[in-house]
T-cell receptor
Framework: DAGVIQSPRHEVTEMGQEVTLRCKPI?????LFWYRQTMMRGLELLIY????????DSGMPEDRFSAKMPNASFSTLKIQPSEPRDSAVYFC?????????FGSGTRLTVV | GEDVEQSLFLSVREGDSSVINCTYTDSSSTYLYWYKQEPGAGLQLLTY?????DMKQDQRLTVLLNKKDKHLSLRIADTQTGDSAIYFC???????????FGTGTQLKVEL
């Protein structure tokens, strides 16, 4: 099992550009979570899906953020337009009965 | 909603025991977890405890749960330099699959 796979590992983009982060959950896990981690705010849950359906998106900071899960093996988090304050590490996690498995994260820098 | 709190820093000497503490507010919490995050990496599940248990031991790790006081601790015996990391407490809210994370405790192991 390759675990939760995120891409890219690092992304540097200019303010105003669109950014798309990708996640492949572990096969058989039916819940997927997107988190953002910063020094100031720690780990924040942005959105989560059960069986590909968004359940709670109350953590999505603004309309600039959107997430999709078109099938059980793929999810995207899009920021459009990006701003410097979006710079953070974005984690995807999928869950089974025994807890979440996290991906290695995408470090996003918006300049 | 659930509130999970941890102290921010802990420094110990190599070979000593480390105890990382966590408090939470939701008495209906079902599973409680400890995650470890090394620099530049995602969160790795270390261990978990079900809410009807008060102790769980796994090699050098001992988890203690005081459900009355809503207090969770992680004890690492014979702490090694490789244990230096950030440790997150996380609590699964009853009836759901949403984890709430603490702020993380940075453990520094000194020679």
């Amino acid at each position: 099992d390759a675990g939760v796979i995120q891409s890219p590992r690092h992304e540097v983009t200019e303010m105003g550009q669109e950014v798309t982060l990708r996640c492949k959950p572990i096969s058989g896990h039916n819940s997927l979570f997107w988190y953002r981690q910063t020094m100031m705010r720690g780990l924040e849950l942005l959105i989560y899906f059960n069986n590909n359906v968004p359940i709670d998106d109350s953590g999505m900071p603004e309309d600039r953020f959107s997430a999709k899960m078109p099938n059980a093996s793929f999810s995207t988090l899009k920021i459009q337009p990006s701003e410097p304050r979006d710079s953070a590490v974005y984690f995807c996690a999928s869950s089974s009965s025994y807890g979440y498995t996290f991906g290695s994260g995408t470090r996003l820098t918006v300049v | 909603g659930e509130d999970v709190e941890q102290s921010l820093f802990l420094s110990v000497r190599e070979g000593d025991s480390s105890v990382i503490n966590c408090t939470y507010t939701d008495s209906s919490s079902t599973y409680l977890y400890w995650y470890k995050q090394e620099p530049g990496a995602g969160l790795q599940l270390l261990t978990y405890i079900f809410s009807n248990m008060d102790m769980k031991q796994d090699q050098r790790l001992t988890v203690l749960l005081n459900k009355k006081d809503k207090h969770l601790s992680l004890r690492i015996a014979d702490t090694q330099t490789g244990d230096s990391a950030i440790y997150f407490c996380a609590v699964l809210q009853g009836g759901g699959n949403k984890l709430t994370f603490g702020t993380g405790t940075q453990l520094k192991v000194e020679l």
